[in-house]
């Protein structure tokens, strides 16, 4: 079946360290999301790539970082710079990044900072 | 100033009743509307683009004005299964950079038997 994955699930963390978050998608698509919702918190974007080895900082980019080496491949790394990285993270795809395509998410992954 | 407000509910409804939400955006820019739903500790999934001229799919309607940067939902008959967060999501440019999407905070209802 088509669609995007995340690992893991969940995820704990101690202060101080760095974790990566995995986001695979096989429908082809050329753009790709990071976004942090917080508890009664819209999603907010982290970053962005709209086509292989090429991103972009969202609003909220500092203490991530990501890398775009492979079209369906995303992943994001919460560093330790981060200053409050509990939440639950999301990774979308869409075809490619122009307006009116639909964003598709993954099933999300949830860190806590223990 | 990007934002994009909407009513956090909860919307307390019974089943077979007609509930409204609301969403209102401050760009006057923005150019593509969307209704997404989200479970609860789930992902979220586009209901529905928002179109100038409103748009009907099954038991929701949607509605854009965009004199008044106001955008509406309305489900019909409601069924215990819409029970959900329904985002109010805002392209603040268009045309262009998808990393522009706004996401409201979520209208959250409640159908109950």
């Known amino acids: 079946d088509g669609g995007i994955t995340q690992s893991p699930k969940y995820l704990f963390r101690k202060e101080g360290q760095n974790v990566t978050l995995s986001c695979e998608q096989n429908?082809?698509?050329?753009?790709m999301y990071w976004y942090r919702q917080d508890p009664g918190q819209g999603l907010r974007l982290i970053y962005y790539?709209?086509?292989?080895?090429?991103?972009q900082k969202g609003d909220i980019a500092e203490g991530y970082s990501v890398s775009r080496e492979k079209k369906e491949s995303f992943p994001l790394t919460v560093t330790s710079a981060q200053k409050n990285p509990t939440a639950f993270y999301l990774c979308a795809s869409s075809l490619s990044g122009t307006t009116d395509n639909e964003q598709f998410f993954g099933p999300g992954t949830r860190l806590t900072v223990l | 100033r990007k934002e994009v407000e909407q009513d956090p509910g909860p919307f307390n409804v019974p089943e077979g009743a007609t509930v409204a939400f609301n969403c209102t955006y401050s760009n006057s820019a923005s150019q593509s509307f969307f209704w997404y739903r989200q479970d609860c500790r789930k992902e979220p999934k586009l209901l529905m683009s928002v179109y100038s001229s409103g748009n009907e799919d099954g038991r929701f309607t949607a509605q854009l004005n965009r004199a008044s940067q106001y955008i509406s939902l309305l489900i019909r008959d409601s069924k215990l299964s819409d029970s959900a967060t329904y985002l109010c999501v805002v392209n603040i440019y268009g045309g262009g950079s998808q990393g522009n999407l706004i996401f409201g905070k979520g209208t959250k209802l409640s159908v109950k038997p």
């Open positions: 790539s709209q086509i292989v080895n090429d991103f």
């Open positions: 429908l082809n698509h050329d753009a």
